[in-house]
């Protein structure tokens, strides 16, 4: 019976080690990621992919550790909270980066904005309500 015991014990020390380094690693390659990725869209993303898995990684270490159900809700909400957190501001990054022109053209292989941008460019100059008038000065507004 002690022979079980201490064999689960070294089981989940060794998960919990296992998970401890990988999400050390993959949070080191998004950190990593965001110094040398050469602009605004690898790096948004270097931030993002592997810092969840990471962060993800990192809770079940914990958890495994603990060794108590009680703090397996917590960690999960604080995953689920940066799991829908991360694309949403990933997504408000890059679409300040666009408008800004934060953007390296030459690196992208296809811009799927670049139509869409100047179709809205030529309805915003074309409509004349007060709902258009404002939202052509919102895009005529030079962000620092």
């Known amino acids: 019976m002690i022979l079980d015991a201490s064999l689960g014990d070294a089981i989940i020390d060794g998960l919990t080690a296992v998970f401890l380094v990988v999400g050390a690693l993959m ?15 690898s790096r948004m993303h270097a931030a ?27 960690l999960i909400v604080a995953w689920i909270f940066q799991l829908l957190t991360v694309p949403v501001s990933a997504h408000m990054v890059g679409r300040a980066g666009y408008r800004t022109k934060h953007r ?9 904005l670049d ?3 100047a179709h809205a460019a030529e ?22």
Not at 27 to 41: H, K, N, V, Y
Not at 61 to 68: F, P, T
């Open 27 to 41: 949070s080191l390659a998004a950190a990593i990621g965001l110094l040398r990725f050469p602009d605004l869209m």
């Open 48 to 74: 993002t992919k592997p810092q969840v898995l990471g962060l993800f990684l990192l809770l079940a270490a914990v958890g495994l550790q603990m060794r108590s159900w009680v703090v397996w809700p917590v």
């Open 115 to 117: 139509e869409v941008v």
């Open 123 to 144: 309805q915003g100059t074309e409509g004349t309500d007060e709902a258009d008038a404002g939202a052509r000065v919102d895009r005529e507004r030079t962000y620092p």
């Open 104 to 112: 390296h053209p030459e690196l992208l292989s296809l811009d799927d």
